[in-house]
């Protein structure tokens, strides 16, 4: 796939799932927890358990939007060293599962990186779009121009409160899929309104024809279900990191496997087996991991790859 393509793919995805009448599954984890390879094993499980789209976190020292469970991965992360390198990283082996991956991340880093080099790498790297949800007005240009010039989706979050006014406005800088937020605070902190939700999707679609994803406060098969009917999409995310905090990681993938196939069976995704092998990295020295259809991974060597860190 060439760095053009990602948004397009994206797009065709979710496009295929709505052909079938079936929402597409969005799997939300952060990188770097509960360690770098850790996480990106979890990332392939969730794919073969089901997931169709894989939203990948970017730890972040102020994540604003998110609740207990999510923050506190986050800082697991940072206290563990995650980079930057290690998003393009984890892009890069996830694109061999033939699965668009997506980031979520703040503005903060991507300034800081800069806006065109982190646009630039995300896409060189394979990934397919970027959420944004705290986008300053007057970063919009920048940020349009940048993910524009990579073959980028723009995905910006809108508020169940939202005014008709504000989600055209959010709408119509979409470009991928809108993300529309199932209910009011911060991740992980309620469960999902499903009748607000299902109007909320109904409000955005009256302003546009990008596809509409709903995510927060979706942690059970009947959440799913529910909004099934009316979405394009449904992203869940504190309730897989949840399943990572367990005694083990093996116990941990257990649990994210198990919840994410009761996911997908609400919404008849079938369980895919993966025909790739994708290396991953396990320490800074350089090794790195080879998994195989969801094998257990065998420690290699390597030299290069993306470098970049804020």
């Known amino acids: ?143 349009t121009a940048s993910t524009d010039a990579h073959g980028l989706a723009r995905i910006l979050v809108v508020p169940p409160d939202a005014s008709g006014e504000r989600i055209s406005r959010i709408a119509s800088a979409c470009t991928g899929f809108v993300y529309a937020a199932g209910r009011l605070g911060l991740t992980g902190s309620g469960e999902v309104d499903v009748d607000q939700a299902k109007d909320l999707v109904d409000r955005v679609r009256r302003v546009t024809t990008t596809a509409v994803c709903v995510g927060f406060g979706i942690s059970t098969p009947t959440h799913a279900a529910g909004i099934a009917t009316s979405a394009d999409g449904v992203i869940v995310g504190t309730a897989l990191v949840e399943c990572l905090a367990a005694p083990s990681l093996e116990a941990g993938l257990t649990r994210l ?30 090794s790195i991991r080879a998994f195989s259809h969801g094998g257990a991974p065998d420690t290699i060597t390597s030299t290069g790859g993306l470098t970049g860190s804020v």
């Open 1 to 143: 796939m060439s760095e053009q393509d990602g948004r397009a793919w994206l797009e065709d995805v979710l496009a295929a799932k709505r052909e079938r009448g079936r929402p597409a599954l969005i799997g939300y984890l952060p990188i770097g927890h509960p360690s770098v390879p850790g996480s990106i094993e979890a990332m392939f499980a969730m794919v073969e358990a089901g997931v169709d789209i894989v939203e990948i976190g970017l730890p972040h020292h102020d994540p604003v939007m998110d609740g207990p469970v999510i923050r506190q991965a986050t800082e697991n992360a940072l206290r563990g060293g995650t980079r930057i390198a290690d998003l393009f990283t984890a892009v890069t082996a996830l694109a061999s599962a033939a699965v668009p991956v997506v980031c979520m991340t703040y503005w903060d880093p991507v300034e800081q990186y800069g806006a065109e080099r982190f646009a630039r790498d995300l896409a060189i790297a394979g990934g397919c779009g970027v959420i944004v949800p705290d986008l300053p007005g007057g970063k919009a240009p920048e940020w």
């Open 257 to 286: 496997t198990t919840l994410i196939g009761s996911l997908a069976a609400s919404l008849h995704t079938p369980a895919r087996p993966l025909r790739t092998t994708a290396c991953v990295p396990a320490a800074r020295d350089g």
